[in-house]
């Protein structure tokens, strides 16, 4: 609706206008591929900083000199640093991340197997944590100093001081060892497996596409768990940002104003209140999306996803240095593009930046 | 009675607001500071735990019985009794004695890292926030491309290359730790930067870092202060993190993430094993953030 308005409103200062949302795109585009250098560099770097030696990784202990002198070279590793760092470049480019030592493949396919699972996972414990945070923030703030606002305090608090590794196993303890209420980890049974094949990744989206029911509730079953401890410590971030959100809001005077015009409460809090909360939502929505990421690492350990997360530390624990650096780069880039579309969104939504 | 009076009134000399020195002022500020603490139970728990945490990392040899690190496998997996409050893991080696030192590698990560970060952060956000132009944005460019990787995966790559152990864990943690305090200094240098006082300063012909240290860093304090206060939980969750996937602290060194891990193996026969070290990890961390907590609303009202 509001977006309507704009595209109306066509006066003679709009080819200004155009001009200078160019250049807004052109800063926010360089910001953006300097980000990603920098990412680069820091992925570079810790793949010097690795004391293992690259060529031995590859070509093993027991060869002789010669060879050794043959691959040091073929690696390019007498070449300067910034040479190195070229060809890592273009490797990157290419969305070659050289071989895993573990699976066999090239990183880049392994990758490209295992990342759906995790954003499966991540999304939908954003939408879980969005889902009941938001709420809950918003009441706090609207019955400030109730035992509603003390109860959303503690809840949140206590998501922010959870390991997160350790809830995990709690769960698996009691839920699945003691009461058989869960599956002990992975994604699916394993008599489900392989049966639907589809075109998102995700085995919900898929199964529901591929009308595979059985399939559906094997996966829904799977991801419960894990999605609800990790939307648990979204929910601990968002309730607590809305909350602030909107106690600033509610003492802005046009709320005055609304409840003198005799509004009631809902229309004030939500019509009014909320609606000018939503940007900043938006952006710490996002956050905490990517802090989820770092979540799921230590939660797809503790269930056997096999995402991401689960594929980085066996990388780790096999000081498989490809694998771990391509994980780390697609995290790092994921919360690029995160970031960058709450961004574009929020240019869309909140008329002030247009 | 005499020493009620007494007390009576220091209190009173404190609670003047009639100052007759600095000295006053200044215990006067901390006076009401520990009074707002007190009147929020909830920050003064979080206080009171965080106390406890300390107290017991010092006197770890004194208030247990066992060596941390002496195995006795002929006592191993032993449910909790007297003899073993929380019981024994899979070497026979009391779980209690373990998390008692574990204390101290907690707190020794924690601290270790603040002390390292804190100064960092300052320096740069301040630097950037006083020069501005194009300093700015370079420091500021590089502090968000440290932000926009998620904070352990950063600190795993760096541990994963620095190798596992618990000074590389420390390293790993501050990389991730400090951009978000220089984004603040930052901020609030900003709100100061164009203060009376301080172009008053400048043009006395006060150098940069004298401005930076006399007065810009005294009223960043607080906020940055309290934003330590609440990083400490995230910290000690990010060393348990690492410990829990093998990259901190190195067995045998008694550390609760890792003892948590271990204890994984002999979930469905020793539960204690990774319960316990968890509750451990929860209790402080969370104190950390009740104290954080408490502390904003007590230096920075706004937000309360």
Redesign the interface.
Known sequence: MISSQATTVKGPGSGKKLLSGARKIATSFA?IL??LL??LV??FV??R???ADPVIAAIGDQADQVTYDRVYKEMGLDRPLYVQFGHYLADVVRLDFGQSHITKNTVSSDLARVFPATIELATLATLIGAGFGVPLGVISAVRKGTWVDHLGRVVG??G????????G??V??IFY?KFGLIPGGGRIDIYNEGLVEGPTGSLLLDSILAGEWEVFFSALHHVIAPALILGYAAMAYLSRMSR?FMLEQLRQEYILTARAKGLGQRAVVWRHAFRNIRVQLLTVVALAY??L??GT??IE?VFAWPGLGQY??SA??F?D?NA??GS?LL??MI??AI?LLSDIVYRFIDPRTR | MTQNSSFTSLHNWLINEEFTSTRQARLHKMYVAWLSLLANPLAFTGFLVVLSLIVVAILAPAITSYDPYSQDLSRALQPLSWQHWFGTDEFGRDVYTRLVYGARTTLYISILVTIIVAPIGFLIGATAGYLGGWVDIVLM??T???L???????A???S????PGIENAVIAIALTVWPPIARLARAETLTFRNADFVVAAELQGAGMIRILVRHIVPLCAPSVVVRLTLNM?SII?TA??LG????GAQPPMPEW?AM??SG?QY??DA?WL??I??VA??TV??A???LG?GLRDILDPR?A
């Open positions: 910001v300097t980000t920098g990412l820091i992925t810790i793949g900083l690795v004391p608090l206590l922010y001081s959870t390991p997160i590794f350790w809830l196993t709690i698996i303890l060892a602030s990517c802090g990421l770092d690492v230590l350990t980085l530390t780790l624990f000081a240095m771990v650096l780390v995290i790092g919360s690029i970031n | 460019r590089i968000d491309i440290f926009s990787f998620p904070s352990l995966v950063l795993l790559a760096f994963a290359s620095l190798g939980s969750l348990a993190g829990f996937l093998g990259l993430g948590a891990a994984r979930l469905l539960w990774t319960t070290p968890g990890i929860l961390s969370l950390f953030n009740l907590d937000n």
